[in-house]
């Protein structure tokens, strides 16, 4: 008896043993793919939010760390510069719009340093199927009315969903979603325009 246990036991470990060093070997030969397109689909999701017409740096590797309870979060938000001829013309940045229906919502909220709205992405939400998740591209063409527009101030009441009195559609069912969103985008719209003064002190991503 003892002496069966002692062989399965050590082809487990003979087992075991191959099975990680398989493991390592494939991550070995596809880490560098992983990452490689990792950083394409992260590029292709700034870029719908801050047309590549609009600057000549390397955007995704200009990245910033901002703190601030506009975001949603006293948590660090990450920021993407854009610059034209070195100079700063607009940015991506991350943001949480923490009045969801069904919990926070991350988006990607793209615009100069005036006002203008270039793009917004949602990245993540647990929103209701069929109601709130009308946020989703995947699912309807809601957030692309973003783009285009423009916040004149902190009291632009243009900035509201209609029920509120604002000009962004509310769903059939569901008012909380697209109205957590639509505040978002504007704190974080807003807040973009303070950047350039802050510029010079912000944190670099990664930076230690």
């Not at 801050?50 to 948590?75: R, T």
């Not at 949602?122 to 946020?135: A, M, N, Q, R, S």
């Not at 957030?143 to 423009?150: D, E, H, Q, R, V």
């Not at 559609?169 to 704190?187: E, L």
Request: charged letters at 20%; proline letters at 4%.
């Amino acid at each position: 008896m003892l002496e069966t246990m002692r062989r399965h036991g050590i082809t487990l470990a003979i087992f075991a043993a191959c099975t990680t060093g398989l493991t390592a070997i494939v991550y070995s030969l596809t880490k560098d793919r992983i990452a490689e397109q990792a950083a394409l689909q992260h590029k292709i999701l700034l870029d719908q939010v801050v047309s590549p017409d609009l600057y000549d740096n390397q955007m995704q590797d200009e990245c910033y760390l901002v703190a601030d309870k506009a975001l949603g979060n006293s948590q660090p938000h990450r920021l993407y510069l854009a610059r034209k001829h070195g100079a700063p013309v607009a940015a991506a940045l991350e943001s949480t719009a923490p009045d969801g229906y069904s919990g926070a919502i991350q988006l990607l909220v793209g615009a100069d340093f005036s006002g203008n709205v270039l793009g917004v992405r949602v990245t993540e939400h647990h929103e209701t199927p069929g109601l709130g998740d009308k946020i989703d591209t995947r699912i309807s063409n809601w957030i692309y009315a973003f783009s285009g527009k423009k916040i004149t101030s902190p009291d632009d009441r243009n900035w509201a969903v209609k029920k509120d009195g604002g000009e962004f559609d509310q769903f059939t069912g569901a008012t909380i979603t697209p109205r957590a969103v639509v505040n978002s985008v504007k704190r974080t719209v807003l807040y973009l325009e303070t950047v350039p003064a802050q510029l010079s002190s912000l944190p670099v991503c990664g930076e230690k």
